[in-house]
């Protein structure tokens, strides 16, 4: 048996096909979706990228684990967690990944055999290098039972799809630097705008079109589904599809200037926790099953160990989605808590009706302390219930401090020690920023239009 684990960074459910999206970005995809099985309603408990991850391998939530923030320099996974890959090796497996987290967090190099690091000269990764490094590891392994993680990092910013595959998400006669278009506005004027200044906006030039930016995304999903299509040709060639369990999972979504964030993955709204989630396995799961109950990334770990036949770890946050998958349950989680520190913190929980949110530090937002959101009448989360409906938020409060207290067991939450310690991660980023031009946090927060020419933006009333 072969075992595929692809992680597709930054792809949000609701910009694929088979999740009903209405742009051709995931041919491919879609069509493994109908050669397997796909998680309607599959959440990341822990975002950002960090968090996510070890979330997947060690089948437990950052609470759990004490890994709660992207980027911190006092997060540490302890040695004695059960661990994905090294479970794996340990069973017989042989285990690579194709990948670079390494370079986060040291544990994401644990348990392989094979480390086929992908960092290069910049931080984005194009998918054909991904594929280019795994299918000659996949030849020389073809006759093994395997466990190959591939980490694609398309559709991450910068957005940069090759030029081909923009047409057909953009009108062509229009044109994506009209002065006269002022919805990048918000963006350029976003507390946030430093840090993405650098990483993102100095890459695509002075764009002035936010709908071409959208388009963008959308083009790296169709260039990323062709890569999972070339891959997938090649498990054909070698003869060995039908013996290989392919799980597809996006780590968090994105926002496209929802929730007033521009191109980036915080926030526990929607469009940044709902991602997709695949299972093809042929011949062991049947064609075109589709589950619409709650599941989360700590489910994939007692999947996987499963369908292996190997014994689950103990006090995993995670159950084994099969019961789902043979239609032998109904319900599998009635509520998924959530977790971000990175740009902002706060925590919430999502069940089949409503969205709970608590705030305790906005970063660059403007959040209030708590949000509630109908999601089944709401799916855009526009309207916040709190003040309408204080009984459920009252309930939401209690449930949530009860689950971080069940968690803690007396132990420190590990955010409010982040908090304390160190702050938000990405704030620092932007101060890193801020101080090479003489100003401080609060000053740029308080007004960061009036500044906004020091970072050489050009408004709509300059040449382009």
């Known amino acids: 048996m072969k075992i595929i684990f692809i992680s597709l960074d930054t792809l949000r459910a609701k910009n694929l096909g088979c999740y009903g999206y209405k742009h051709p970005t995931s041919p491919y995809i879609d069509q493994i979706a109908k ?13 950002p990228t960090e968090v996510a991850h070890t979330c997947l391998f060690t089948g437990k939530v950052g609470l759990t684990t004490g890994v709660v923030s992207h980027g911190s320099q006092s997060s540490n996974l302890q040695k004695d967690y059960e661990w994905l890959p090294t479970i794996l090796r340990k069973t017989g497996y042989t285990t690579a990944a194709v990948d670079n987290l390494y370079h986060l967090k040291e544990w994401f190099a644990r348990g392989y055999q094979y480390y086929i690091n992908t960092i290069g000269k910049t931080r984005w990764i194009d998918g054909q290098t991904i594929n280019n490094l795994a299918k000659p590891w996949i030849n020389e392994h073809k006759d ?16 940069l799809p090759p030029k ?8 062509s006669t229009k044109n994506p630097y009209d002065l006269t278009n002022k919805s990048m506005e918000p963006a350029y004027n976003h507390p946030a705008y430093p840090f993405f200044k650098y990483h993102h906006f100095d890459l695509l030039g002075n764009i002035t079109d936010s709908n071409y930016v ?7 999903i169709r260039y990323l589904d062709d890569m999972i299509k070339d891959l997938d040709d090649y498990l054909c060639e070698l003869g060995i599809k039908d013996d290989t369990m392919l799980i597809l999972f996006g780590d968090h979504g994105e926002s496209l200037t929802e929730h007033d964030i521009y191109w980036d993955h915080c926030g526990l709204y929607e469009a940044t926790v709902h991602v997709p989630m695949i299972i093809r396995w042929p011949r062991k799961i049947p064609e075109g099953i589709r589950v619409n109950r709650l599941v989360q990334h700590a489910d994939l770990m007692p999947t996987i160990l499963e369908a292996i036949g190997h014994e689950l ?26 977790s971000e520190c990175a ?11 409503y969205k709970y949110i608590e705030t305790y530090d906005p970063g660059p937002f403007s959040r209030p302390p708590t949000e509630l959101y109908d999601v089944i009448n709401d799916p855009n989360e526009e309207n916040n219930l709190s003040h309408l409906l204080p009984g459920q938020v009252d309930r939401f409060k209690k449930k949530l401090n009860e689950w971080v207290e069940s968690k803690l067991d007396d132990r420190e939450d590990p955010m409010s020690v982040v908090l304390r310690e160190e702050g938000l991660p990405f704030r620092r980023r932007i101060e890193k920023v801020l101080s090479e031009y003489g100003m401080t946090w609060d000053e740029w927060k308080a007004n960061p239009i009036r500044q906004k020419i ?5 408004t709509n009333s300059s040449s382009k």
């Open 35 to 47: 050669q397997g099985v796909l998680f309607e309603k599959a959440y990341a408990s822990d975002i």
């Open 144 to 159: 093994e039972d395997f466990f190959l993680f591939l980490h694609y990092w398309d559709p991450h910013t910068p957005y």
């Open 164 to 171: 081909e595959y923009i047409p057909e998400f953009y009108d």
């Open 214 to 220: 959208n388009a963008l995304y959308d083009a790296e």
């Open 313 to 338: 770890p103990d006090n995993l946050d995670g159950k084994s989605l099969w019961p789902l998958i043979h239609g032998e349950h109904e319900e599998h989680h009635s509520q998924i808590f959530l």
């Open 343 to 353: 740009w902002q913190a706060s925590r919430g929980i999502r069940t089949e009706q």
């Open 454 to 458: 020091d970072f050489g933006v050009k």
